[in-house]
């Protein structure tokens, strides 16, 4: 079953979610962020379909700010403190491990806890 999750971001599109991954469509409109976030177990792939993103990311202790433009893609393994804001509307494809309500929120523009 697709779900469309409207989001204060864009949305989310959940097209597959199975006892062993997960996958979604995330569209995001210019100048939105999703929040500064982690997983404790999720494991997840982002893959830019189309439009430009900058995406925010500890590696090693150390924050990391990495532009993405279409055909490019980032791992999020668990506990990796992330944030993406899109630079132009963009589409994205995720893929991950099936725990999709493991999100730790640091920080959120929309309020959201």
Known sequence: MIRRIPKPWGEEIVFAHTERYAAKVLNIRRGESLSLQYHERKDETIYVHTGKLKVLLEVDGRTQERVLEAGDAV????????????????????????ELDDVVRLEDRYGRA
Request: hydrophobic residues 35%; aromatic residues 8%.
């Open 75 to 98: 791992r999020f393994p668990p506990r990796t403190r992330h944030r993406m804001e899109a630079l132009t509307d963009c589409a994205l494809f995720e893929v991950s491990t099936p």
